[in-house]
């Protein structure tokens, strides 16, 4: 399975790419939201792994505009974010992420989720 991963931060980029490549994920990487959109626009990942807070435009816009511009063909979103509580995920709901993941990431659940097809939040 492809997965773009969106990370600005470069340590956390290339541990986590590293991580998921060792679990068995083909892993693009994208260090902002102009490059996430582009990425997915291809079409080549099936998951995309998003940073709330990038520098260019945040993780919301990103699920947003992926979701407008490729509609159906849109990879399942993930949303990764340093804070957790009902409004990050409440506002990651409403952008248009499938599932949100407060770092640092569980593993296992992360792996699962994505084997899953993303169930929707409320299922995890």
């Given at each position: 399975m492809n997965v773009l991963l969106v990370e600005d931060n470069d340590d956390?980029?290339?541990?986590t790419a590293?991580?998921?490549?060792?679990i068995?994920?083909?892993?693009?990487?994208?260090?902002?939201?102009s490059e996430?959109?582009?990425a997915m626009a291809s079409g080549e990942s099936q998951v995309a792994i998003v940073d709330i807070g990038l520098p260019d435009m945040d993780g919301f816009d990103v699920a947003k505009?992926?979701?407008?511009?490729?509609?159906a063909a849109c990879p399942l979103l993930i949303a990764l974010s340093g804070y957790s509580g009902?409004?990050?995920?409440?506002?990651?709901?409403?952008?248009?992420?499938?599932?949100v993941f407060v770092k640092?990431?569980?593993?296992?659940?992360?792996?699962r989720t994505i084997n899953e097809g993303c169930p929707?939040?409320?299922?995890?």
């Open positions: 956390v980029r290339l541990a590293a991580m998921l490549d060792e068995g994920y083909r892993v693009t990487t994208a260090s902002n939201g996430a959109l582009e505009q992926a979701r407008s511009r490729l509609g009902p409004e990050v995920t409440e506002k990651s709901v409403a952008s248009g992420f499938n599932s640092p990431v569980d593993v296992s659940l992360l792996q929707p939040i409320s299922a995890l």
